[in-house]
């Protein structure tokens, strides 16, 4: 399958800091990005979907202007968490899906924040 | 290196029952997912085991056994609906998810 790749895998800040979250199509082209939160021992939660070159469309309950999701390139999509507190600590885990609506997202290995 | 096999692909009929499996090598053990996702859209959760044992939740069980390594899906009552893509993931010590690459399940009247 399509390859993935998420930066970092781990990361640890401290409050009120801003952490940055990368996710790239090694060797495809991301029309589609989802941006996933999951906490120890519970499922994935899906943040937002963003599609490419306009705004993402965030889940309800999400904070637009805490988790700023940028995907200016059909490669690369960014995550950024500002002003983190600890109860953002938690595991992010970004998925890429390439052409229209009939093909599979692949995942990236997700990244482990911590915020002290 | 941590590892997770799956099927590629199987494929049922409607209305039987199907059964998916998994196995993995990872550096320590901290639950085993399954997630469904259908084509061009975000995975949803279907189940998590971090005991040895049968989960059952409707039509979908999902068995585990820590000391072998192992996993199974068994779907029931098979619908067209079902046709979709399985994964599994299992989160390994450091609470990391590693991913199987998924088994595409293709359902045939």
């Known amino acids: 399958g399509a390859v993935v790749s998420q930066h970092p895998s781990r990361v640890i800040c401290k409050s009120g800091t801003s952490v940055k979250i990368e996710c790239r199509s090694l060797d495809f082209q991301a029309t589609t990005m989802f941006w996933y939160r999951q906490f120890p021992k519970q499922s994935l939660m899906l943040m937002a979907t963003?599609?490419?070159?306009?705004?993402?469309?965030?889940e309800q309950g999400v904070e637009k202007d805490k988790f700023l999701i940028n995907h200016a390139s059909l490669t690369l999509s960014t995550l950024t968490v500002t002003s983190a507190h600890p109860e953002d600590s938690s595991f992010y885990i970004c998925?890429?899906?390439?052409?229209?609506?009939?093909?599979?997202?692949?995942f990236g290995q997700g990244t482990r924040l911590t915020v002290v | 290196g941590q590892n997770i096999d799956q099927p590629t692909e199987m494929t049922a009929t409607e209305g039987a029952i199907v059964q998916i499996n998994c196995t993995y090598q990872t550096s320590g053990f901290n639950g085993l997912f399954w997630y469904q996702q259908h084509a061009g859209e975000a995975p949803t959760f279907l189940s998590y085991?971090?005991l040895d044992g049968l989960e059952e939740k409707g039509r979908f069980s999902s068995f585990l056994s820590r000391s072998k390594g192992y996993s199974y899906l068994l779907l029931k009552e098979l619908q067209m609906k079902d046709s979709a893509s399985y994964l599994c993931a299992v989160m390994d010590s450091n609470y990391q998810l590693i991913w199987g690459a998924g088994t595409k399940l293709i359902i045939k009247p």
């Open positions: 085991n971090v």
């Open positions: 963003s599609n490419e070159g306009s705004k993402a469309t965030y």
């Open positions: 998925s890429a899906r390439q052409g229209d609506m009939n093909t599979e997202a692949f």
